[in-house]
Nanobody
Framework: EVQLVESGGGLVQAGGSLRLSCAAS????????IGWFRQAPGKEREGISC????????EYADSVKGRFTVSSDNAKNTVYLQMNSLKPEDTAIYYC????????????????????WGQGTQVTVSS
C-alpha cells in the first residue's frame, strides 16, 4: 500500500524556519517524483517544490526560490522541505505527493490530481 505521511508543521514567527518531512512507503523513489504543494484558505493549490531521484532534478516555485530547499534521504524513503525566512504568506496546509510526471509539471500545473497524496501538515507563520 502506498503511503505518504507529512510531519514537521507548526507555528513559527516570521523569519523563522521549519523542516517538513514526507515519509513514503509502498513504492520506489525510482518510479515516482515527490512534489510539495500548499493550499491556503480560499486560494488554489500551489506547487512549490519537487525532487526527482531518477532525473536528479529539483524545481521550485518563484515564491519560495532561495528560501526553501528540497532534499531526500533515500535510505529512509523520506523527502524533506527545509523552509527558511518564513513569511506570513507561507501560511497554508502543506502536502507532499508522488507523481510520475516531470517536476516542472507539479510547479506549473499543481491542480492535477497526482497519483498519491499525504494528509497534509499545517504551517502557520505569525507576523
Amino acid at each position: 500500500e502506498v503511503q505518504l505521511v507529512e510531519s514537521g508543521g507548526g507555528l513559527v514567527q516570521a523569519g523563522g524556519s521549519l523542516r517538513l518531512s514526507c515519509a513514503a512507503s509502498g513504492f520506489s523513489f525510482d518510479d515516482y517524483r515527490i512534489g510539495w504543494f500548499r493550499q491556503a484558505p480560499g486560494k488554489e493549490r500551489e506547487g512549490i517544490s519537487c525532487i526527482s531521484r531518477r532525473d536528479g532534478d529539483t524545481e521550485y516555485a518563484d515564491s519560495v526560490k532561495g528560501r526553501f530547499t528540497v532534499s531526500s534521504d533515500n535510505a529512509k524513503n523520506t523527502v524533506y522541505l527545509q523552509m527558511n525566512s518564513l513569511k506570513p504568506e507561507d501560511t497554508a496546509i502543506y502536502y507532499c505527493a508522488a507523481l510520475t510526471q516531470k517536476c516542472w509539471v507539479a510547479i506549473k500545473f499543481p491542480v492535477i490530481q497526482f497519483d498519491y497524496w499525504g494528509q497534509g501538515t499545517q504551517v502557520t507563520v505569525s507576523s
